[in-house]
Structure formats: C-alpha cells, structure tokens
C-alpha cells in the first residue's frame, strides 16, 4: 500500500460529497469568499462553513481570515495524490488491453 494512502483517504473522503466538489470546481477558477461560495446552494451559512472545514482538514483547501472577511483558495498540488493514485490504478488495465489488442490483432491476421 502506498506511503499516502491516509492523505488518498482524506481526500476521496472530502470530494465525496456534490457540495464540496462544487466548492472545488468554484475555487479552481480563483479564490473566493465564503458568502460567494454560499451563493449557489440553498443551505445556511454554517451548514457550508462546515464542508469547508472538510475540505481543509483534508489539505484541499485553504483560508485567510482579513478582518471580517474569508478569503478561501484551492491548496497548490492539492488534487496531486489523487493523480497519483489513478495513474497508478490504469497502467495495469492498460497493459490488459494492450495485451488484449496484441492477442486479437494475431488472430485476426491468421483469419485473413
């Protein structure tokens, strides 16, 4: 198992849920505040102040705090484990089908 798997974790964990990839997708365009980020869901402030936490806890995103305001911007290389990850997981299905792409372009060749 991989050396990042808790990191792996607590991201997949956090993109989970439709609010927080929304956030994501919202903050990949530029840092936001928190009343922008809360304008397109129906739902109370504290509500999205929580997903945000998730979204933190898990090093998605960070937050600065300038009097009154929050400021709330995707981390840099954030996403990268996820990356990682995936890559990891299609070399061995493309190594299956370029295997399979081997094999069928054989037995085509011999049906000619």
Same mark, same amino acid.
């Given at each position: 198992?991989?050396?990042?798997?808790?990191?792996?974790?607590?991201?997949?964990?956090?993109?989970?849920?439709?609010?927080?990839?929304?956030?994501?997708?919202?903050?990949? !365009?530029?840092?936001?505040?928190?009343? /922008?980020?809360?304008? %397109?869901?129906?739902?109370?402030?504290?509500? *999205?102040?929580? &997903? #945000?936490?998730?979204?933190?806890?898990?090093?998605?995103?960070?937050?600065?705090?300038?009097?009154?305001?929050?400021?709330?911007?995707?981390?840099?290389?954030?996403?990268? !484990?996820?990356?990682?990850?995936?890559? /990891?997981?299609?070399? %061995?299905?493309?190594?299956?089908?370029?295997? *399979?792409?081997? &094999? #069928?372009?054989?037995?085509?060749?011999?049906?000619?």
């Amino acid at each position: 198992m991989p050396n990042y798997q808790a990191e792996l974790d607590a991201v997949l964990r956090a993109l989970a849920d439709p609010t927080r990839r929304a956030v994501v997708e919202r903050l990949s !365009v530029s840092p936001a505040v928190v009343s /922008e980020l809360a304008a %397109p869901f129906s739902m109370a402030l504290p509500s *999205l102040m929580q &997903h #945000l936490r998730v979204l933190e806890d898990a090093g998605v995103v960070s937050s600065e705090k300038h009097g009154r305001v929050r400021t709330v911007s995707l981390r840099p290389g954030a996403l990268d !484990v996820l990356h990682l990850w995936l890559g /990891e997981q299609r070399t %061995p299905a493309e190594r299956q089908a370029d295997r *399979l792409g081997i &094999h #069928l372009a054989r037995t085509g060749s011999k049906d000619s």
